[in-house]
Every structure is written in C-alpha cells, then in structure tokens.
C-alpha cells in the first residue's frame, strides 16, 4: 500500500521555467511533509518542509504548498536551473518524535538548456 | 552543520562474510536511522534508535543487527547476507525533541554489493 504517491516518474523543463513536482498521500495521520532531493548514488538532501498548519512555506526558489483537503503537496522551483536536475522524493510522516518517514516513489526532474 | 557521515562508502562482500557499516553524526541528533534503498525505488524504514534504544524494527531479517553504542554512532552488523539484499544502505539523525518539524538529516549512503 502506498501511502505516498508522485504519479510523474519524470518531468523535463527549460531552463529558466517553472518545475511544479506534486505529491499525493492517503495517510490522514501525517502531518509533517519534507521534500528531499537525491543525486545518483548519494543520499537525499533535506529541500524544504512543511507542517500541516501551513498552506505555504517558502526558502528562496523553493515554494512547497499543501492541500490538507485534497491531501496533496507540491513543490514549485522558480526559475529551474540545470543543477536543479536530479530526482525528488517527497516524503511525510505523523506526529511524534523519531518517527517513521514514508517516501514517495520520486520524481526525476531534468532541467534543459 | 547538517553533516552525517557514513563509513565505508563502498562494500563488496560474500554471503559468508561478516562486515559492519558505520554512521556517526555530532548534530546531537538523539534519533538515528538505517533506510535501504534499491535502484529505481524510494528509501525504505529498516531500524530506528531513539535515544540509544531501538524503537522501531520494520521487520528486517535477522542477519541485519543493528547496533547504537552511543548517541553520536549507528552500526549495521551484516552476516550471510544473499545476493538481494546489495543496495545503497544510509543513516539519517533527527533531534527527536520535538514533534513538530522534526527533519531527518541523510548520510551519503554504503553501496553494498553481495556476491
């Protein structure tokens, strides 16, 4: 059963554009949600966050938002560069210390020139 | 600093050998993890330890021992491991003193291969 869903297995964007990955979870006891991004055989940096008393959370190019309603999250990078290019996991969890993180299936995102 | 390392970065083992992975992290993070993580596929949960005590065991065959000897180290003993179990092996650390905005900070992961 996933409890954690990235429908896109893959997403190309221009340079300079917008890349908007989403999330889909059914999980209604998460309630903190992290996107992580994850370079071939290294291991996922920690992106941006998001609680759920929050729609919104911001840090420079990344926005995350979050539909509690429709249970889905999205990441928006503005403006996409071609480092930006890897694949990302968005991941969510429940309320408690040390708790378990589920992760998506990912999504690869590549950025062009 | 967010650093959690991760010790050796490459492995190559036979199904009778006996080899240790090592994490350690001075974050003084409370919470570690061992996730597993095949091509193509998300991490997945295999221990967690919490305060030095194991809290979390998602079922993992027992030639996995993890082993926590103190807050700022996370071991993963392997023995007679089979051909499937090769993957990318990481840790993480959170701080686990708060419930909210609890954020898992990953090594750079083990790349194990069992021949």
């Known amino acids: 059963d996933q409890q954690v869903k990235q429908n896109s297995p893959s997403l190309s964007v221009q340079e300079g554009r917008i890349s908007i990955l989403n999330c889909d979870y059914t999980?209604?006891?998460?309630?903190?949600f992290l996107w992580y991004k994850k370079y071939p055989a290294e291991g996922p940096t920690f992106l941006i966050s998001i609680s759920s008393i929050k729609d919104k959370n911001e840090d420079g190019r990344f926005t995350v938002f979050l539909n509690k309603s429709a249970k889905h999250l999205s990441l928006h990078i503005v403006p996409s560069q071609p480092g930006d290019s890897a694949v990302y996991f968005c991941?969510?969890?429940?309320?408690?210390?040390?708790?378990?993180?589920?992760f998506g299936t990912g999504t690869r995102l590549q950025v062009t020139l | 600093d967010t650093e959690v390392t991760q010790t050796p970065k490459h492995l190559v083992m036979g199904m009778t050998n006996k080899k240790s992975l090592k994490c350690e992290q001075h974050?003084?993070?409370?919470?570690m993890y061992w996730y597993k993580q095949k091509a193509k596929k998300p991490p997945e949960l295999m221990f967690v330890?919490?305060?030095?005590?194991?809290?979390i065991n998602e079922s993992v065959p027992s030639r996995f021992s993890p082993e926590c000897p103190n807050s700022s180290l996370l071991n993963l003993h392997l023995h007679a491991l089979q051909p499937e179990d090769s993957a990318l092996y990481l840790c993480a650390s959170s701080q686990a003193r708060t419930t909210y905005q609890e954020t898992q900070y990953f090594g750079p992961g083990t790349r194990l291969l069992v021949l």
């Open positions: 991941a969510a969890r429940p309320t408690g210390t040390a708790s378990k993180l589920t």
């Open positions: 330890y919490s305060y030095e005590k194991l809290s």
């Open positions: 974050m003084g993070h409370r919470a």
């Open positions: 999980n209604s006891m998460f309630d903190y």
